[in-house]
């Protein structure tokens, strides 16, 4: 892989970097510092998006704005095609 590319990374190291479990991970609030974040762009033409609260059952509803805000340093770009 590139630099630039992106990968998911394994179920352990995502418990152990985020503190979540895979299926409820919040995509705020990770455990360690500096995580990178990334957002999609097509999430920005929406009214609101749903992420979740680090619950399986449970989820947050903000506007892409808001996600912005609260993902410091979030990367906007196509990553979804």
Request: proline fraction near 2%.
């Amino acid at each position: 892989m590139g630099d630039k590319d992106v990968a998911l990374a394994s179920e352990r190291d995502v418990q152990r970097v985020s503190g979540f479990r895979v299926g409820a991970v919040s995509v705020v609030g990770f455990r360690r510092e500096g995580i990178a974040g990334f957002v999609d762009q097509g999430l920005l033409e929406l009214d609101r998006v749903i992420i979740s609260s680090g619950r399986p059952d449970a989820g947050l509803a903000l506007t892409p704005q808001d996600l912005l805000r609260a993902i410091e340093g979030a990367q906007v770009g196509d990553f979804a095609s």
